[in-house]
Antibody, heavy 118, light 107 residues
């Protein structure tokens, strides 16, 4: 079955960077965009950006421009999201999600908790 | 950027009752609207795509309707496992946005 499995929880200090991975299985990795969405504790969903695994093209929400980088390694069907200059407000669960038909997300990864604390 | 406004923020209902959730877009999104269910500690799950199509494996008690700027998610008869938070989501150009969510809680 189609599945996205993310890397484990991270604890980072303010100013550091974090890189979260998302390994795809059950489908052809290069056929569908991967997007990243985050959710602070008790808050709603916030879209961060998209990546086309075939071309490597990306698009980022304006809020994260300059701080986020989305990449991939097609040989191991894995997408990555790196967020730099971390601050306490970046503490959240980060999800990857496949976009099967341009307009919606399915499935989602299990989420990766990133905690930013001094 | 298109803003999605969900109402009400919280819906208090009993099992067996009908739930009606609203999502309003700041400008037309045609029929490109999706709904997700999220339970505590879990990732969101796709329920409805393109406004009215149920995703694979989603029970028939879930239905979506609307187009343009006004959309509705209806749960015809609430089951105990349906108490959760529901989000709507749209795509415009290559930008995605989510609504703020509606929590369906047990009355």
């Amino acid at each position: 079955q189609v599945q996205l499995v993310q890397s484990g929880a991270e604890v980072k200090k303010p100013g550091a960077s974090v890189k979260v991975s998302c390994k795809a299985s059950g489908y052809t990795f290069t056929s569908y965009d991967i997007n990243w969405v985050r959710q602070a504790t008790g808050q709603g969903l916030e879209w961060m950006g998209w990546m086309n695994p075939n071309s490597g093209n990306t698009g980022y929400a304006q809020k994260f421009q300059g701080r986020v980088t989305m990449t991939r390694n097609t040989s191991i069907s894995t997408a990555y999201m790196e967020l730099s200059s971390l601050r306490s407000e970046d503490t959240a669960v980060y999800y990857c999600a496949r976009v099967p038909d341009f307009n919606w997300f399915d499935p989602w990864g299990q989420g990766t908790l990133v905690t930013v604390s001094s | 950027e298109i803003v999605l406004t969900q109402s009400p923020a919280t819906l208090s209902l009993s099992p067996g009752e009908r739930a009606t959730l609203s999502c309003r877009a700041s400008q037309s999104v045609s029929s490109y609207l999706a709904w997700y269910q999220q339970k505590p500690g879990q990732a969101p799950r796709l329920l409805i795509y393109d406004a009215s199509n149920r995703a694979t494996g989603i029970p028939a008690r879930f239905s979506g309707s609307g187009s343009g700027t006004d959309f509705t998610l209806t749960i015809s008869s609430l089951e105990p496992e349906d108490f959760a938070v529901y989000y709507c989501q749209q795509r415009s150009n290559w930008l995605f946005t989510f609504g703020g969510g509606t929590k369906v809680e047990i009355k």
